[in-house]
C-alpha cells in the first residue's frame, strides 16, 4: 500500500470540493489518478504569498529600469536557441554505490529533453560535467537541511550563468525543488536544482519518469512560476498568455477550467504546460510569454 501525504490529497480533495471541474465523471478519474500517484509531490519549490511575489517583482521592475544592469532598460528578447547554459550533473548514491546511479546514456537523455522541453526560448542546454558521489547522508537530504547544504558547499560548479542538478533519492513524497534566479545573489552556493534520480528518461517515478521533473524545476530556475501562482486573481504567475488557474492541476483533466473570473481568466487551464503538475505524457509546452520572462529574469538576476 502505497503512503498518501496528507497535504497533497487535502489540497486536491478541497480543490475539487470547492471548485469542481466539468463533469462529475471527470472529478471522479482526475481524483482516483491523484489518489493513486499522491506518493509524489510534484514540486518542493517554495511559492511566494502574494506579497512575496508582488515585492519580488517590484524589485525586478526597478532592475529593469537601470540602464547600467545587464538587460535594464535596453532588454531585446535573445533568439531562440542563442544562449547555452552549462549543465554540471552531481549524481549522488547510496554509500555502497548500488540505489541511484545514473548511467551516462540516462544523463543524455535528460540533457535531450530539457532541450526539446525549451526548443522555443532562447536556452540549449550542454552538459558540461557529471560527478559522483557515494553518500547516504546526501542520497537522502531533503529541501532546507543541513545535508542539502553540505552537498552543495561539496559540489557546486561555476557561477550564476551553470546549472548545476544534483540527483537523489530526497524521500517526503518530493519529485524535486529549484531556486530562483533572484536568489542567486543572496546565497549564491545554493543554486540549482534537486531532481529525483527516478524521475529521469525510463525511471521507475511513474507517471512522471519522461524527465519533466528536471524541466519543471528548470523553469523555475530560470524565473518562471507555477501556472496556478496567486489562483484566479492577481497577477498571478507574471506571465500575459497563461490562463489563471485556480490550483494545480494532475493527470491530465482536459477541458478543465478552474477560473471564470479575473483578469487573466480567459480560456481552460493551461495543463499542457512544464509549470503545472500534471503526468509528464501531459506537458509539452512553454508558452511565449514565459520564454521571454525566462530570457528577462535569466539576463538581469544571473547574467546568462
Not at 526539446?116 to 547516504?136: G, H, K, M, P, V
Not at 478552474?258 to 509549470?275: E, H, L, Q, R, W
Request: proline fraction near 5%.
Amino acid at each position: 500500500m502505497k503512503f498518501i501525504p496528507a497535504t497533497s490529497l487535502i489540497t486536491f480533495v478541497c480543490s475539487l470540493l470547492v471548485f469542481p471541474m466539468t463533469s462529475n465523471s471527470q472529478n471522479q478519474n482526475a481524483f482516483e489518478h491523484a489518489n493513486e500517484n499522491a506518493a509524489f509531490l510534484r514540486c518542493g519549490t517554495k511559492t511566494p504569498t502574494e506579497n512575496e511575489a508582488a515585492l519580488k517583482e517590484r524589485h525586478f521592475n526597478n532592475l529593469r529600469g537601470k540602464p547600467n544592469k545587464p538587460g535594464g532598460s535596453s532588454y531585446v528578447p535573445r533568439a531562440v536557441g542563442s544562449i547555452t547554459v552549462s549543465v554540471y550533473m552531481h549524481v549522488i548514491t547510496s554509500s555502497n554505490g548500488l540505489e541511484g546511479n545514473l548511467s551516462s546514456p540516462d544523463i543524455e537523455e535528460q540533457i535531450s529533453v530539457l532541450n526539446t522541453a525549451f526548443s522555443n526560448t532562447a536556452f540549449t542546454f550542454t552538459l558540461a560535467s557529471t560527478d559522483y558521489s557515494a553518500n547516504n547522508l546526501w542520497y537522502t537530504a531533503g529541501h532546507n537541511t543541513a545535508a542539502e547544504a553540505q552537498m552543495k558547499a561539496a559540489l557546486r560548479n561555476g557561477d550564476g550563468d551553470a546549472l548545476n542538478i544534483y540527483t537523489n533519492n530526497m524521500g517526503g513524497g518530493l519529485l524535486g525543488w529549484a531556486t530562483f534566479p533572484s536568489d542567486y545573489a543572496a546565497n549564491p552556493v545554493n543554486d540549482g536544482i534537486v531532481v529525483l534520480f527516478s524521475s529521469f528518461p525510463g525511471g521507475s517515478a511513474s507517471p512522471y519518469n519522461e524527465g519533466d521533473t528536471a524541466t519543471h524545476e528548470v523553469g523555475h530556475w530560470l524565473g518562471l512560476y507555477h501556472t496556478f501562482q496567486g489562483g484566479c486573481g492577481g497577477s498571478g504567475d507574471f506571465v500575459n498568455d497563461t490562463p489563471a488557474e485556480r490550483s494545480p492541476a494532475y493527470g491530465c483533466p482536459i477541458g478543465r477550467d478552474s477560473c471564470t473570473k479575473g483578469k487573466k481568466a480567459a480560456g481552460v487551464d493551461p495543463i499542457y504546460n512544464f509549470m503545472d503538475y500534471t503526468d509528464d505524457s501531459c506537458m509539452f509546452e512553454f508558452s511565449v510569454g514565459q520564454a521571454l520572462r525566462s530570457d528577462e529574469q535569466s539576463l538581469i538576476y544571473r547574467g546568462l
